[in-house]
T-cell receptor, first 117, second 116 residues
């Protein structure tokens, strides 16, 4: 069974500093996709970034980048220049493989990030 | 609509009652998902609909839970004989697949269910 691990239940970072949120995953299928979502206290789930298992380069979206280490099955999220609005829960997720018609995504337990002024 | 709409936003029900939660996905999205998020926890997959295919019900926690999707659009999640452990936020999401999912799902705002 596929599994997502996020070993940091809570993290603190100083405003304007960079922070790395860890995520490891477990799958035996060579084809998969990895996501990061942000959930502020308002409860909405916000898609941040995606990395496909065959992508050659690490994904980047503005201040977010994904440090993808395939051999280690690691997909850490790096947030540069943290802002107060980055305080939220962050979930790593993986699309279970199974062909183009199967797209179930499983989520990790999440990491709570607090940005300190 | 512009986003995924869920109703009601909040529901308080007595233990043993049945509840229905509604999800209206983004128009044209063929895939629809239900997740459950208990307080302070991650998202637990419940059920997945894709077009006219048989739904993936592998995440439903018991036979008290069922869901349907009418006309490939609106979905209703029904919980029968609710229990206190059913209290959670129920999130619905939709996506346009099987094209590349590099934009992820679009989630609704959720229904907060409280069983008293």
């Amino acid at each position: 069974a596929q599994k997502i691990t996020q070993t940091q239940p809570g993290m603190f970072v100083q405003e304007k500093e960079a922070v790395t949120l860890d995520c490891t995953y477990d799958t035996s299928d060579p084809s998969y996709g990895l996501f990061w979502y942000k959930q502020p206290s308002s409860g909405e789930m916000i898609f941040l970034i995606y990395q496909g298992s065959y992508d050659q380069q690490n994904a980047t979206e503005g201040r977010y980048s994904l440090n993808f280490q395939k051999a280690r099955k690691s997909a850490n999220l790096v947030i540069s220049a943290s802002q107060l609005g980055d305080s939220a829960m962050y979930f790593c997720a993986m699309r279970e493989p199974g062909g183009a018609s199967y797209d179930k995504v499983i989520f990790g337990p999440g990491t709570s990030l607090s940005v300190i002024p | 609509g512009a986003g995924v709409s869920q109703s009601p936003s909040n529901k308080v029900t007595e233990k043993g009652k049945d509840v229905e939660l509604r999800c209206d996905p983004i128009s044209g999205h063929t895939a629809l998902y239900w997740y459950r998020q208990s307080l302070g926890q991650g998202l637990e997959f419940l059920i997945y609909f894709q077009g006219n295919s048989a739904p993936d019900k592998s995440g439903l926690p018991s036979d008290r839970f069922s869901a349907e999707r009418t006309g490939g659009s609106v979905s209703t999640l029904t919980i029968q004989r609710t229990q206190q452990e059913d209290s959670a936020v129920y999130l619905c999401a939709s996506s346009d697949i099987p094209a590349g999912t590099d934009y992820g799902y679009t989630f609704g705002s959720g229904t907060r269910l409280t069983v008293v």
